[in-house]
Protein backbone atom coordinates (compact mmCIF):
# COMPACT_ATOMS: atom_id res chain seq x y z
CA UNK A 1 0.00 0.00 0.00
CA UNK A 2 1.43 3.83 -0.36
CA UNK A 3 2.85 5.39 2.84
CA UNK A 4 1.27 8.52 1.23
CA UNK A 5 -2.51 7.42 2.22
CA UNK A 6 -4.21 8.82 4.76
CA UNK A 7 -4.11 6.95 8.11
CA UNK A 8 -7.51 5.44 9.52
CA UNK A 9 -8.86 7.01 12.16
CA UNK A 10 -12.46 6.85 14.20
CA UNK A 11 -15.03 9.42 12.90
CA UNK A 12 -14.31 12.19 14.22
CA UNK A 13 -17.23 14.23 16.16
CA UNK A 14 -19.28 17.05 13.32
CA UNK A 15 -18.01 14.44 9.95
CA UNK A 16 -20.94 12.19 9.89
CA UNK A 17 -22.09 14.83 6.69
CA UNK A 18 -19.26 13.82 5.40
CA UNK A 19 -18.79 9.84 5.46
CA UNK A 20 -22.97 9.85 4.72
CA UNK A 21 -21.80 11.85 1.37
CA UNK A 22 -19.27 9.23 0.80
CA UNK A 23 -21.74 6.35 1.57
CA UNK A 24 -24.24 7.83 -1.13
CA UNK A 25 -21.67 8.43 -3.34
CA UNK A 26 -20.76 5.16 -3.26
CA UNK A 27 -24.41 3.34 -3.32
CA UNK A 28 -23.98 2.23 0.22
CA UNK A 29 -27.02 3.49 1.72
CA UNK A 30 -30.82 2.32 1.79
CA UNK A 31 -33.68 4.02 3.36
CA UNK A 32 -34.51 1.00 5.30
CA UNK A 33 -31.20 1.84 7.30
CA UNK A 34 -30.90 5.18 8.39
CA UNK A 35 -26.73 5.94 8.36
CA UNK A 36 -27.03 8.35 11.22
CA UNK A 37 -28.69 5.90 12.91
CA UNK A 38 -26.29 3.44 11.95
CA UNK A 39 -23.12 5.80 12.67
CA UNK A 40 -24.80 5.98 16.08
CA UNK A 41 -25.29 2.50 16.92
CA UNK A 42 -21.76 2.07 15.89
CA UNK A 43 -20.70 4.73 18.79
CA UNK A 44 -22.60 3.57 21.11
CA UNK A 45 -20.59 -0.05 21.75
CA UNK A 46 -17.28 -0.39 22.28
CA UNK A 47 -16.88 -3.84 20.54
CA UNK A 48 -17.90 -1.47 17.01
CA UNK A 49 -16.08 1.64 15.67
CA UNK A 50 -16.48 3.58 12.25
CA UNK A 51 -12.92 4.21 10.74
CA UNK A 52 -12.32 7.11 8.24
CA UNK A 53 -9.49 7.95 5.95
CA UNK A 54 -9.79 11.47 5.66
CA UNK A 55 -8.25 14.67 3.89
CA UNK A 56 -9.08 17.57 5.72
CA UNK A 57 -12.83 17.41 5.88
CA UNK A 58 -13.53 14.76 3.19
CA UNK A 59 -13.60 11.17 3.87
CA UNK A 60 -12.05 9.25 1.44
CA UNK A 61 -12.88 6.13 2.49
CA UNK A 62 -14.78 4.29 5.60
CA UNK A 63 -15.23 1.16 6.82
CA UNK A 64 -17.26 -0.18 10.22
CA UNK A 65 -15.70 -2.88 12.26
CA UNK A 66 -17.54 -4.39 14.84
CA UNK A 67 -17.10 -8.02 17.23
CA UNK A 68 -20.36 -9.78 18.30
CA UNK A 69 -18.24 -12.00 20.96
CA UNK A 70 -17.97 -14.75 18.42
CA UNK A 71 -16.38 -13.15 14.80
CA UNK A 72 -15.49 -9.89 14.09
CA UNK A 73 -17.28 -8.33 10.91
CA UNK A 74 -17.10 -5.06 8.96
CA UNK A 75 -19.72 -3.04 7.04
CA UNK A 76 -19.95 0.36 4.98
CA UNK A 77 -16.75 -0.70 3.47
CA UNK A 78 -16.61 2.10 0.74
CA UNK A 79 -13.66 4.23 -1.20
CA UNK A 80 -14.42 7.88 -2.74
CA UNK A 81 -14.83 6.74 -6.60
CA UNK A 82 -12.42 9.62 -7.63
CA UNK A 83 -10.32 7.80 -4.96
CA UNK A 84 -10.56 4.26 -6.54
CA UNK A 85 -7.57 2.23 -7.70
CA UNK A 86 -4.96 4.11 -4.96
CA UNK A 87 -4.78 1.41 -2.25
CA UNK A 88 -7.88 2.71 0.37
CA UNK A 89 -10.07 0.06 0.23
CA UNK A 90 -6.98 -2.31 0.85
CA UNK A 91 -5.81 0.19 3.69
CA UNK A 92 -9.31 -0.29 5.03
CA UNK A 93 -9.39 -3.37 5.37
CA UNK A 94 -6.28 -3.86 7.04
CA UNK A 95 -7.26 -1.03 9.36
CA UNK A 96 -10.10 -3.06 10.48
CA UNK A 97 -8.15 -6.47 10.96
CA UNK A 98 -5.71 -4.58 13.37
CA UNK A 99 -8.67 -3.05 14.92
CA UNK A 100 -9.89 -6.88 15.74
CA UNK A 101 -6.51 -8.46 16.04
CA UNK A 102 -6.07 -5.81 19.25
CA UNK A 103 -8.88 -7.09 20.55
CA UNK A 104 -8.42 -10.91 20.62
CA UNK A 105 -10.42 -11.29 17.63
CA UNK A 106 -9.17 -14.34 15.15
CA UNK A 107 -11.82 -14.39 12.37
CA UNK A 108 -13.50 -11.74 10.21
CA UNK A 109 -16.04 -11.72 8.26
CA UNK A 110 -18.36 -9.48 5.70
CA UNK A 111 -21.13 -9.93 3.42
CA UNK A 112 -21.49 -9.51 -0.09
CA UNK A 113 -24.46 -9.58 -2.34
CA UNK A 114 -24.24 -12.39 -4.68
CA UNK A 115 -24.26 -10.48 -7.86
CA UNK A 116 -21.42 -7.77 -6.75
CA UNK A 117 -18.50 -9.68 -8.69
CA UNK A 118 -16.15 -6.84 -8.66
CA UNK A 119 -16.03 -6.71 -4.92
CA UNK A 120 -16.32 -10.31 -4.53
CA UNK A 121 -12.59 -10.04 -6.57
CA UNK A 122 -10.88 -7.57 -4.61
CA UNK A 123 -11.52 -9.98 -1.31
CA UNK A 124 -10.62 -12.56 -2.53
CA UNK A 125 -7.46 -10.66 -3.89
CA UNK A 126 -7.02 -9.99 -0.08
CA UNK A 127 -7.21 -13.62 1.13
CA UNK A 128 -11.08 -13.74 1.97
CA UNK A 129 -12.80 -17.00 0.84
CA UNK A 130 -16.25 -17.64 0.39
CA UNK A 131 -17.68 -19.29 3.76
CA UNK A 132 -20.39 -21.34 1.73
CA UNK A 133 -23.01 -20.55 4.20
CA UNK A 134 -26.47 -18.51 3.55
CA UNK A 135 -27.23 -15.63 5.26
CA UNK A 136 -30.96 -15.83 6.55
CA UNK A 137 -32.76 -12.65 7.77
CA UNK A 138 -35.98 -12.13 9.61
CA UNK A 139 -37.90 -8.60 10.07
CA UNK A 140 -38.30 -8.03 13.53
CA UNK A 141 -39.25 -4.46 13.44
CA UNK A 142 -42.46 -3.78 11.24
CA UNK A 143 -41.50 -0.37 10.35
CA UNK A 144 -38.43 -1.33 9.06
CA UNK A 145 -39.79 -3.87 7.17
CA UNK A 146 -42.54 -1.84 5.79
CA UNK A 147 -39.59 0.72 4.16
CA UNK A 148 -38.05 -2.13 2.90
CA UNK A 149 -40.93 -3.58 1.36
CA UNK A 150 -41.75 -0.04 -0.63
CA UNK A 151 -38.36 0.60 -1.51
CA UNK A 152 -36.19 -2.68 -1.88
CA UNK A 153 -37.31 -2.87 -6.05
CA UNK A 154 -35.13 0.19 -6.34
CA UNK A 155 -31.91 -1.44 -5.50
Same mark, same amino acid.
Given at each position: ???? &?? /?? +?????? $??? =? !?????? %? ?24 ? &?? /?? +?????? $??? =? !?????? %? ?84
Amino acid at each position: MPSD &LP /AF +QSLPQG $AEP =A !VIALWD %RCGSTRPWNPPEQDIAELRAHETADL &LV /AM +QGDKVL $ASI =A !VGYDGH %RGWVYYVAADPDCRGQGLGRAAMAAAEDWLRARGVHKLQLMVRDNNLQVMGFYESLGYEDAKCRVMQKWIDPEREQIFLETSNDF
